[in-house]
């Protein structure tokens, strides 16, 4: 079974521009979420999306938006880029939403903002 | 606001001694809980999970300790090896937000040969 999907792996963009992160969940699996990690940081939630449905969402700015396809497939969105949003951004999968679920990760793509 | 604590950047253990990795949480409301490990440049792997019905569970070389009254949860390997070398993670949740998972900081384990 294949795991979860990141694309890209790296990315560097400049200030202002927006950006679209990709993930590919685990087949049969609903959810996904998004996390940012930022150097010497836990991870930290961005949001859940469960059939096609933004489930949760954690405390990042409107900038930070989200969707999720009727296949699973989920993209993130970025708009008006910081310095502040380098990060290494990672998606996880889960069969279902709550319930004791386990996520599964992707590789994560590392947005550089230059 | 910080959840979950992982007060330990880091631990150095000897190859096949008992390497223990605390977690600290704040929410009484967390009812279940995950321990990651992650090497550079991979996403975390899932390792094993309690939920707060039990004190203790088990996988192989892994077992995870939960005490709710202290908010407190450890990670045992035993015994360790240099291929456990890596960055661990704990993470909660509560039963009202889904897969909303907070996470510690981790710890970066080196099993030394």
């Known amino acids: 079974k294949a795991g979860v999907t990141q694309t890209p792996r790296y990315l560097i963009k400049t200030r202002g521009q927006q950006v679209t992160l990709s993930c590919s969940p685990i087949?049969?699996?609903?959810?996904v979420s998004w996390y940012q990690q930022t150097p010497g940081q836990g991870l930290q939630f961005l949001f859940e999306?469960?059939?096609?449905?933004?489930?949760n969402k954690g405390n990042f700015p409107g900038r930070f938006s989200g969707r999720q396809f009727s296949n699973s497939r989920s993209e993130m969105n970025v708009s008006t880029l910081e310095l502040g949003d380098s990060a290494l951004y990672l998606c996880a999968s889960s069969r279902q939403t709550g319930g004791n679920e386990k996520l599964f990760f992707g590789s994560g793509t590392q947005l550089s903002v230059l | 606001d910080q959840q979950v604590k992982q007060n330990s950047p880091s631990l150095s253990v000897q190859e096949g001694r008992i390497s223990i990795l605390n977690c600290d949480y704040t929410n009484s409301m967390f009812d279940y809980f995950l321990w990651y490990k992650k090497y550079p440049a991979e996403g975390p792997t899932f390792l094993i999970s309690i939920s707060s019905i039990k004190d203790k569970n088990e996988d192989g070389r892994f077992t995870v300790f939960l005490n709710k009254s202290a908010k407190h949860l450890s990670l045992h390997i035993v015994p360790s090896q240099p291929g456990d070398s890596a960055v661990y993670f704990c993470a909660a949740s509560d039963p009202f937000t889904g897969n909303q998972f907070y996470f510690g900081t981790g710890t970066s384990l080196t099993v030394i040969p």
């Open positions: 999306y469960f059939s096609e449905t933004q489930r």
């Open positions: 087949s049969g699996h609903r959810s």
